[in-house]
């Protein structure tokens, strides 16, 4: 598998990436996503997601908890590993206190159960948006602070 890499800066269009086996749900979350003002792409599964060239741009990851192949979990835990760090929003058919546990305690931002609320999945896309600028703000300000002590080293 090609090696991840995160873009930290982010663009004047969050990328908004949905993962989701069901595709009137994927469909569904897209359109809302996207009437929210924000660029939406989609995805089948994880495997289609990890395979496409939007993971880097992707500014928050919603994913359905329960898919063939890797799980929304597996997949949170696989981009975890790898060091990437987008906030990710769980949404399932079957929830499980055990999941949402795993899900929060490893990152998420939120744990949807379908049918979910929309005002629930834009408080989670407001939150994930923000952390993720932060993120990037947090990063520029070490890459600021680290070129000043190069200088002042000099």
């Not at 407001?126 to 602070?145: F, G």
Request: glycine share 8%; with cysteine.
């Amino acid at each position: 598998m090609a090696e991840i890499r995160w873009n930290f800066e982010m663009s004047e269009d969050p990328l908004i990436s949905i993962v989701d086996d069901d595709t009137a749900a994927r469909s569904g979350t897209r359109a809302l996503v996207e009437s929210l003002g924000y660029k939406a792409v989609s995805f089948g599964s994880a495997e289609h997601f990890l395979k496409s060239d939007m993971i880097g741009d992707t500014a928050c990851l919603i994913t359905d908890l329960q898919m063939p192949g890797l799980s929304g979990l597996e997949l949170q835990e696989l981009l975890r590993s790898q060091g990437y760090r987008v906030p990710i929003i769980l949404i399932t058919a079957y929830p499980n206190e055990n999941h949402r546990i795993r899900a929060l305690n490893g990152g998420a931002v939120g744990f949807l159960s379908k049918p979910f609320d929309e005002t629930s999945l834009i408080d989670c896309l407001t939150i994930a948006i923000k952390q993720r600028e932060l993120d990037a703000e947090e990063k520029r300000d070490l890459r600021a602070r680290a070129t000043a002590s190069r200088r002042g080293r000099a």
